[in-house]
Antibody
Framework: QVQLQESGPGLVKPSETLSLTCTVS????????WSWIRQPPGAGLEYIGY???????NYNPSLKSRVTISVDTSKNHFSLKLSFVTAADTAVYYC?????????????WGQGTLVTVSS | DIQMTQSASSVSASVGDRVTITCRAS??????LAWYQQKPGKAPKLLIY???RLQSGVSSRFSGSGSGTDFTLTISSLQPEDFATYYC?????????FGGGTKVEIK
């Protein structure tokens, strides 16, 4: 059973960089797309971007100038960096597997981690 | 970006009711639509993919239909564990986009 676990600071100061890592267990990171999704408190879901195991990426244009997603296949994890954060970036951040080749669904999710942007 | 609209932000229903949730895409997305269930404090769970295919392990009381721009998620007989928020998501093109969610509440 594939499991994902997000890790990283829960509090980030405005204008700084949010950094999160998602560790994949129970399966290989190879041959799949891996994504980040966020959900502001009380609001809906927003796609941030994905990385393919080979390193190719896709980012939401609304965040593209501030987002970097990277992958380390040797550690079976992938990471998110979001720069110049503001209070509007406060959200629960989820990592998820995007099963694009089979059926284009987000089939495994981490439990989510709340990141608060505040001084 | 393709906009996804769930016209009902909430639906009130009783155990045993048949519940229908609708989702509309701003452009045709063929059958590239998924449905998710989210309970408070939990990650979303994939229920349906490619508009009508049931994800492994998901109860058969959930079904999906539609193509093009109009889609429906149906719960045939609502159970206590089905009270949650449901999101549609288009997978036709990037960026992936989600509907605003429909909360199924106890009547």
């Amino acid at each position: 059973q594939v499991q994902l676990q997000e890790s990283g600071p829960g509090l980030v100061k405005p204008s700084e960089t949010l950094s999160l890592t998602c560790t994949v267990s129970g399966g290989s990171i190879n041959n799949y797309h891996w994504s980040w999704i966020r959900q502001p408190p009380g609001a809906g879901l927003e796609y941030i971007g994905y990385i393919y195991y080979s390193g190719s990426t896709n980012y939401n244009p609304s965040l593209k100038s501030r987002v970097t997603i990277s992958v380390d296949t040797s550690k079976n994890h992938f990471s998110l960096k979001l720069s110049f954060v503001t209070a509007a970036d406060t959200a629960v951040y989820y990592c998820a597997r995007l099963n694009w080749n089979d059926y284009r669904g987000l089939d495994y999710w981490g439990q989510g981690t709340l990141v608060t942007v505040s001084s | 970006d393709i906009q996804m609209t769930q016209s009902a932000s909430s639906v009130s229903a009783s155990v045993g009711d048949r519940v229908t949730i609708t989702c509309r895409a701003s452009l045709g997305i063929s059958s590239w639509l998924a449905w998710y269930q989210q309970k408070p404090g939990k990650a979303p769970k994939l229920l349906i993919y490619v508009a009508s295919r049931l994800q492994s392990g998901v109860s058969s009381r959930f079904s999906g239909s539609g193509s093009g721009t109009d889609f429906t998620l149906t719960i045939s007989s609502l159970q206590p564990e089905d009270f949650a928020t449901y999101y549609c998501q288009q997978a036709n093109s990037f960026p992936l986009t989600f509907g605003g969610g429909t909360k199924v509440e106890i009547k």
